[in-house]
Every structure is written in structure tokens, then in C-alpha cells.
């Protein structure tokens, strides 16, 4: 079966952990992306990666990081400097960047 | 960097007429554009695309225009029926190779 997914679907955490979202994907895309969904923000970029080892800040990359170790995962840490990180994060992936994104389920997180 | 406005934010119309959701870009780089579909409590989905060398394209009842000098492109709905409700967004991405940038979507009601 193929597609992304996202891990876990709900997860919340502590104020001033560190947190990471999983990513995984099996339909063979080089590149993958973080966004943030916030009620009538839209989808904001985090960060993306074209390719395997390489990856690029969005437009709201502060408080978060990222690692492309292999080419069907891409996780993505929220650190303890997000200053706001209670929202819902969509992981997409595509066969190569200004190309039809596929999203995985989501994972709404949750800081208390 | 890109921007991408998006109007109206919220849209409601009768089961039958015809629905038109704008968007703006600002890069005149930009050459991909296309719209998703996100379902109460599911991943967006894409419905269309067009990319910068067609004016418009169509599937069925949806249909995407595009006016490259005036860097905005369209989302027309004909027919509309309870099923179209969700929220719709746009984006844009550059030829260049840079993730897409998504407008701030549009909540479409549809009353039967």
C-alpha cells in the first residue's frame, strides 16, 4: 500500500520539550516538506528537502529542525524555542519540487 | 519571496450555482499552480493544476484560468452540490525548484 505517513496521529507534550513528528513515505519522491496548519492561516512551509542530505528553511523555520538521512523519511523536531507549537502538521512529498504534493494524515500537536 | 493572496475566505452558495475562488501571486517566476481540496478532518487533496504556459484548463465542473500578467489564476466550480464543502487552496511554486506557497484558503458552503 502505498503513500505517506505521519506518526502519530495525536501527541502531546510539555512545555519545554522537544518534540519529534515522523514522516515516511514509499512511493520513491525525492522531495519532501513540513507545513503548519493553523485556523485561517493556511498551509505555512517549515522546511523542505529536494533530495537525500540537502534540505531548505520555509518561510517559518525558526523553532524547528529537520534531518533527510534517507530518502523515504523526514522528521521533523519542534524544539523547546517554538514559541507557539500547539497546531496541526501536514508532511508532503513529491516526485520532485513544482510537482503534484501528496500529504500524509497529519499529526495535531498539542503543548501544555 | 513568494506571496500568494487568496479570495474570498469564506464562500457560500446554493446547490446548483457557480463558485469562483481568486488568487494572487507575486513572483512572476512562478510557473505551477495548482489547487487543493481539504475535507473536514482529511488531507488536502490536489482537484486541478495549470502551469504557466496554458491559460486554462478543465476536469468536469472545475476549471482553472490563468492571467500571467496580471499574476492571478482562478478556481470556477460550475453546478456546485453539498459534496464541493471543504476548504480550497491555492498555491504557486517557481520553476527554480522551491516548495510550494499556499494561499490562506477559502471555505466553500454549499446549501442544498
Not at chain 1, 512511493?27 to 505555512?44: E, F, I
Not at chain 2, 453546478?79 to 464543502?85: A, H, L, N
Request: glycine share 8%; aromatic share 10%.
Amino acid at each position: 500500500d502505498g503513500g505517506i505517513t505521519q506518526s502519530p496521529k495525536y501527541l502531546f507534550r510539555k512545555e519545554g520539550q522537544n518534540v519529534t513528528l515522523s514522516c515516511e513515505q514509499n512511493l520513491n519522491h525525492d522531495a519532501m516538506y513540513w507545513y503548519r496548519q493553523d485556523p485561517g492561516q493556511g498551509l505555512r512551509l517549515i522546511y523542505y528537502s529536494q533530495i537525500v542530505n540537502d534540505f531548505q528553511k520555509g518561510d517559518i523555520a525558526e523553532g524547528y529542525s529537520v534531518s533527510r538521512e534517507k530518502k523515504e523519511s523526514f522528521p521533523l523536531t519542534v524544539t523547546s524555542a517554538q514559541k507557539n507549537p500547539t497546531a496541526f502538521y501536514l508532511c508532503a512529498s513529491s516526485v520532485e519540487v513544482n510537482t503534484e504534493a501528496f500529504f500524509g494524515q497529519g499529526t495535531r500537536l498539542t503543548v501544555v | 519571496g513568494e506571496n500568494v493572496e487568496q479570495h474570498p475566505s469564506t464562500l457560500s452558495v446554493q446547490e446548483g450555482d457557480s463558485a469562483v475562488i481568486k488568487c494572487t501571486y507575486s513572483d512572476s517566476a512562478s510557473n505551477y499552480f495548482p489547487w487543493y481540496k481539504q475535507e473536514l478532518g482529511k488531507r488536502p487533496q490536489l482537484i486541478i493544476d495549470i502551469r504557466s504556459n496554458v491559460g486554462e484548463k478543465k476536469d468536469q465542473r472545475i476549471a482553472v484560468t490563468l492571467n500571467k500578467t496580471a499574476k492571478h489564476f482562478s478556481l470556477h466550480i460550475t453546478e456546485t452540490q453539498p459534496e464541493d464543502s471543504a476548504v480550497y487552496f491555492c498555491a504557486s511554486a517557481y520553476q527554480a525548484g522551491t516548495a510550494l506557497i499556499f494561499g490562506k484558503g477559502t471555505t466553500l458552503s454549499v446549501s442544498s
